[in-house]
């Protein structure tokens, strides 16, 4: 596995790849990888002959200088965690890489990146779409592999390939989670012990949500009964727990098509975001 910090290196490599017909698949990430990334790594192995897993923490998606500065940077204990599954090569780029003096380019997606993440994170979409849209120029991969946690984030990477003829095709991965069905995050490091133990509080409440509202519960009474629990347990705040169309986030008061319900809530000053999909509506 090589650790490759220029563009043109990159490129240089996944054009002899290219010549020799085979499938390139990318897995973008900031680091700090846990479980879930690996197994981002493994069905990218499964399905291309090539796989780079970039690290780069990208400083035009935090809104928030103290969250970048505090966001954990383990590239070492990460190539370790990488190396026995077979990646090629490691993308590690500088910022000056990424963005040279002069960069002057956006790339920003209306409307679905507006609500959830997108209301209480001005301009951390257009972060995301912009860097996305980069690292697939750069590394020129035929597949991409991205966890279904941040499901706004992959809705948000498939209407821009769509949108802008992007050579690449996205293929979302199952949510990870620990046993207590905290969904695994590199943010989840942060959380004292006391609040770790606390943190299952928010998958359990979202799955009784979506369970009542399969059942025929109103979506407002189901997600206000879970907001109510999570509050108790100790989460300091609850930023937002909505029922939404699976597709383009749609606010919905029953899931009469694919819906999830999404959530952000602060805890130990940790923001923790989830999703979970609402079961079909059972018959009256």
Request: net charge negative; hydrophobic share 45%.
């Amino acid at each position: 596995m090589m650790i490759v910090r220029s563009v043109a290196e990159l490129r240089a490599m996944v054009a002899a790849w290219r010549r020799a017909e085979e499938i390139v698949g990318v897995v973008p990430t900031m680091g700090a990888l846990h479980a879930g990334h690996l197994s981002l790594v493994e069905a990218a192995k499964g399905a291309c002959d090539r796989v780079i897993v970039t690290i780069f923490v990208n400083p035009k998606q935090f809104n928030n200088p103290e969250d970048l500065a505090k966001y954990p940077r383990t590239e070492e204990r990460d190539a370790e965690l990488l190396g026995p599954h077979g990646v090629d090569v490691v993308f590690a780029p500088p910022a000056s890489e990424v963005y040279p003096e002069g960069f002057a380019t956006k790339v920003s997606v209306a409307g679905l990146g507006d609500p959830l993440c997108g209301a209480h994170r001005p301009g951390h979409f257009d972060g995301v779409a912009t860097v996305v849209t980069k690292l697939f120029g750069m590394t020129n991969a035929d597949r991409a592999f991205f966890g279904e946690k941040d499901w706004q984030q992959l809705q948000i990477v498939r209407r821009l390939v769509k949108d802008l003829n992007l050579p690449v095709e996205i293929t979302g991965c199952p949510t990870l989670r620990d046993p207590d069905g905290v969904a695994m995050s590199s943010r989840n490091g942060r959380l004292s012990p006391e609040d770790r133990a606390k943190a299952c509080v928010l998958p359990r409440a979202m799955q009784d949500a979506a369970a009542a509202i399969a059942s025929g519960g109103t979506a407002a009474e189901a997600l206000a009964s879970a907001r109510t629990a999570i509050l108790e347990a100790g989460f300091a705040e609850v930023e937002y727990l909505e029922l939404r169309a699976a597709e383009d986030l749609a606010p919905l008061e029953r899931p009469d098509r694919p819906a999830r319900i999404f959530a952000a809530a602060w805890l130990g000053g940790v923001r923790l975001i989830d999703n979970i999909a609402v079961p079909e509506m059972s018959p009256a």
